[in-house]
Each structure stands twice: as C-alpha cells, then as structure tokens.
C-alpha cells in the first residue's frame, strides 16, 4: 500500500485494507465502487467521508466481511486471539436486539467467543463502564435514549476485544451535546484499547476532530479521492488551528468537486 | 446501581398526570363493567322472555333458571367431569401437535427457498378442505379414540399456525440477520434462536392464541366421530330434550376457553416483556 504513515511514529503494520476493490449489488448492476485502495494502520484513527449514496456503508460492509468484494483484494492482518474477534461494527442505528436487555445484547457478541458464563458476564461489566452505563445492565433498549443506544452498541462492539472497530455514522442520529460527549469517550477508548478505527461519516467536522487521517469517497463508481494526513496533534475543540481548517476546506472541495453533494 | 437507574430515570410524567391517568383508567374500567353486567342481564332477561312467552318450538328453550340445577345435576351424575377431562385430553394433544407441527412447516417455509416452493402449492390445495372434512379419515385410521379427534382438531390448529409463523418469520427485520453476522453468530441453530423465534415472538405467539380457540371449534364437532367428552354429552342431552344440560356444557366450554386466553396472555406478556407499552 501506498499511503504513508501518519501517527508520526515509524510505520505501523497495515491491519485491514482493500486493493482494487469493486462490488455491486446485483450482476450487471453498475458498480457501487471500483477501483478503490484503503487500508487502515494499527491504532489509527481514519475517517470514511463522502457524500450520502456514495456507498461507505458498502465499503464498511466489505471491510467487515459482511459483504463479499467483486474484485481486488481483502486483506485483514490481525492476529488471532482466543476469546476475541479480530474487527467489530458499530451501526448507525445501534441495532440493539430489542428482545435482550442491555446486558444481554453486550453478551451476544461475546457468547461465540466460548467463554464460561462468568467470564462472559466480567466482559459486559467491563465494557459497560467503560461506556459509563454500569447502571443499564437489566434495562431493555426500549428505555433508552439515542445516545445511550449508541453506547451500548460501543460497548457490544468492545466486548468481543477487537483490535478493530468499524463505525457506520454511529453519531449522527444523536443531539449535538451528546454527539460531543460520545465523541470524546470515543477517543478516550480508542486511546486506551490501542484501537484501529475506521469511522464513517458525512461530517467533515466531526472527521478533522477525531481522526489521523481523513479519506474521501466520489464519484461513481467511487473511489478514494482524496487522502488528508492530520498530523499529531492534540484534540481541542477550543482551537482548532489554521493547519486544521486548511484541512477541512480541502476535502470539502474533494467532496464538492466530485459529486457536488458538499455539506 | 440503584442511585444512577434514579437519576437517569424518564423524566416523564409527574406523578400528578399519573394519579389523574389512574383515576381515569378505574372510571373507564368501571364503566365497562357496569355496562357489561347490564348487558348480559339485559340478555338473560329477553332469553326469560323467550322462555315464558314460548317463542321457540315448545321445549327447546331451556327455562334460565334452570341452569345452575341442571349444573349440579351434572355434576352430581357424574357425567361432567369424565366428560371435560376427556375433551381436554384430545384437546391437549390436538393443539400441541398443531401448535408444532404448524410452527416447524411455517418456519421451515419461510426461511429455507426449496422447501417453501415444494410445500407452497401443496398449501393452496390442502388449506381449502375443512378440519371437518376429515372426520372420514380420522374413523378410518384411528378409529373411534382420542387420536382420531386430535387428528381432527390438530388440523385447523396446524394452518392457523403455519401461516402466523410463515409470515412472523419473514417479517423479522433483516438488519438482525446482519448483525449475527457482524458477530459471528451465523450457525443455523443460533440464528434460529437468537434472532427467528425472538424475532417473530409477537406474529407467532398471536397464531398460537388463534389456536387455542381455533382448537375448541373444531373439538366439539370432531366429538360427534363417538369420541366421549363434552361434544358427546351435549350431544346425548340434546337426544333426550336436556336443553339445560347442553347449555351447561356450552357455558363451561366458555369458561374453560377464558381461563385458557387469560393464562396465555400472562405468558404472552412476560414472553413479549421487552416490547415499549
Ligand atoms: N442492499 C442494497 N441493495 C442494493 N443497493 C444498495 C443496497 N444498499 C445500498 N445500495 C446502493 O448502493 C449505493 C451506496 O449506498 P451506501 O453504501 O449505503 O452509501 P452511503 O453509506 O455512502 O450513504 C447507493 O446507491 C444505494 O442505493
Ligand atoms: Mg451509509
């Protein structure tokens, strides 16, 4: 792969990606991408943008093996580990099983990995404080609010210990207040686990906050069109630099300049 | 625990709404109440009437104060209990090898693509014939006993089965099927349990209470074969002018009936507990 390194430190070992990449949906259907090359580092922190309809959902779904590519190739380098899987998804409509309380959705993850019953219940204990819901555990999803579902859809997605967690717009049907919050426990989490994260979303914002890198998805069939290095720095809503700004304005022209769907 | 479940409870309703939607909920259930003893004597009295004045062929009509002696007559003969654990006996296992047998073709059908294009012509042309109809074939198989009338009753209860499970089944939201995947639960038998039957619980557990009605319609006639229990006794009764017996056995059919619905919809409730009120 190509893309350079970016945390600042040597380069890390390449941990999921895709070459040549292309799929469609049904056999003679146009192709919702093709083409396309990404690959995700160890403990990187990478943003999927792009407009609505470009096709990220399908481009995660391939990378979690939800979906098989028509073309090129998956490669997936993690190591593993017993009692864990190696990717994880967190969905943009948290999809919790509605028939399983909190703790029992955080456990269906976890109840393929053959572990005892006890070890099964330290890791829903664990995760949900982690997502600072320890209080949740016997409450049915039914009695949550938006942004409670979506942590205990991170915290389902944690229990498994994947050294990779692919998020589909996890925060966007969240209010503003609370997309911040998850936001930064996101990136608490991230630090903490040694997390490779690939996090889709259609705000620009919200990419240049979080990640290490920033790819943009256009055209049709899509690609990458655009590859943004952020650079090490410290997250700080407060000031966003010049460097950060520049940024942003960039991929938003790469957005715009392809589909001209910007946001 | 206790402490952050109270601090992050809804906040809701005050608890004065809530006392005014109380005292609101008791007068509507009242009223109903009232309302529905008033009508039920309303229609005790017009039956009275149609006694007294004759409006049915002479003695046919059974006078309705003559329901509860006739009740203990019952009893006291020891015909009434014999014949309610007979019913039920064939009545159990009718239902439950409907119940099954309904559940497993429906979900079979609905998640497996062959097995849903062998069985779904079949289904048009099987579906059509009344449980009744095959009262011929319950003779000649099983003879006059229990498995003859259960054969019968499990029929009906077979179709109401096979087509709530049939479409509860296909109905589960595919998102699930997704996330099983995502996390490597995708083994038929854990999907199946994890994800089918939980999904599908409400159009499922709906079938089954259809059923359980659906059982009694069909018990009554599937009787008439010879086999003893209540259908034979309202039958006998009927024989020797005993109209106040078999209104004994229709009303304890009822009563039978509405304890079985009540008792499911406690389970169905606690089954479908997750679902928002
Ligand atoms: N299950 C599906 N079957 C057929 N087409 C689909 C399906 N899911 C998405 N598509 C199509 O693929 C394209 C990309 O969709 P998607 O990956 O969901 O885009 P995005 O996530 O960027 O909004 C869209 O044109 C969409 O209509
Ligand atoms: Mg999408």
Redesign the interface.
């Known amino acids: 792969m190509s893309s350079p390194a970016v945390t600042g430190e040597a380069t890390r070992a390449v941990v999921l990606g895709v070459e040549n990449a292309s799929y469609r949906y049904r056999k003679g259907a146009a192709p919702v991408f093709s083409d396309l090359d990404l690959s995700l580092r160890a403990g990187e922190f990478v943003s999927l943008v792009g407009g609505s309809g470009v096709g990220k959902s399908t481009v995660l779904?391939c990378l979690?093996?939800?979906l098989p590519l028509d073309g090129g190739r998956l490669h997936l380098d993690v190591e593993r580990i017993e009692g864990s899987?190696r990717r994880?998804?967190v969905?943009q409509?948290s999809?919790l099983?509605?028939?399983?309380?909190v703790g029992g959705n955080i456990a269906?993850?976890v109840?393929?990995l053959g572990l005892s019953k006890g070890e099964r219940s330290d890791r829903v204990d664990e995760v949900l404080s982690l997502v600072n819901m320890?209080?949740?555990?016997d409450?049915?999803?039914?009695?949550l609010s938006g942004g409670q579902s979506q942590r205990v859809g991170i915290a389902?997605a944690l229990a498994?210990r994947p050294k990779i967690v692919l998020m589909d717009e996890p925060f966007s049907a969240v209010d503003a207040l609370t997309r911040r919050h998850l936001q930064d426990e996101l990136l608490g989490i991230w630090s903490e686990r040694e997390l490779a994260v690939l996090f889709v979303t259609h705000d620009i914002r919200e990419a240049t906050y979080l990640s290490d890198r920033i790819l943009v998805m256009g055209g049709s069939p899509a690609r990458v069109v655009h590859d943004e290095p952020m650079g090490r720095r410290s997250r700080d809503r407060a000031h966003e630099d010049t460097a950060q700004e520049a940024a942003a304005e960039r991929i938003s022209s790469a957005m715009g300049g392809i589909d001209g769907e910007g946001i | 625990m206790k402490r952050i479940s109270a601090i992050h409870a809804p906040a809701g309703k005050t608890s004065e709404d809530e006392h005014s939607v109380q005292t609101g909920n008791l007068l509507i259930h009242a009223r109903r109440l009232v309302l529905g003893l008033a009508g039920l004597v309303v229609s005790v009295g017009v039956w009275k009437l149609a006694y007294e004045f004759n409006w049915a062929p002479r003695g046919t009509l059974p006078d309705p104060s003559a329901i509860f002696p006739a009740l203990r007559g019952e009893i006291e003969s020891g015909r009434l209990f014999p014949a309610v654990g007979s019913s039920l006996i064939h009545y159990a296992w009718g239902l439950s090898m409907g119940t099954v047998l309904g559940l497993v073709v429906g979900l079979l059908a609905a998640v497996n693509r062959i097995f849903d294009d062998m069985q779904r012509l079949l289904a048009r042309i099987l579906r059509p014939i009344p449980p009744l109809a095959w009262v011929v074939f319950a003779i000649a198989w099983f003879q006059v006993s229990h498995a003859g009338a259960a054969f019968v009753i499990s029929i009906g209860v077979f179709w109401v089965n096979y087509f709530a499970t049939y479409s509860a089944v296909r109905n589960v939201d595919p998102r699930f099927y997704e996330l099983a995947r995502a996390f490597g639960r995708n083994r038929f038998v854990d999907v199946t349990f994890a994800i089918t039957l939980p999904g599908a619980a409400s159009g499922i557990l709906a079938g089954i209470r259809t059923g359980v009605g659906q059982a009694w319609m069909t018990l009554i006639a599937a009787e008439l074969l010879g086999v003893p229990g209540i259908g034979q006794e309202m039958n006998a009764a009927a024989g020797v002018g005993a109209y106040d017996a078999v209104v004994v056995y229709m009303l304890i059919i009822s009563l039978i009936y509405g304890l079985m619905d009540f008792a499911f919809s406690l389970g169905e409730g606690w089954l479908l507990r997750w679902r928002p009120a």
Not at chain 1, 97 to 101: A, E, F, I, S
Not at chain 1, 134 to 137: E, H
Not at chain 1, 139 to 143: G, V
Request: glycine letters at 14%.
């Open positions: 779904r979690a093996g939800l899987r994880s998804v969905f409509d999809r099983l509605p028939w399983r309380t269906y993850g109840e393929g320890l209080g949740y555990r409450r049915w999803p039914s009695d389902r498994v």
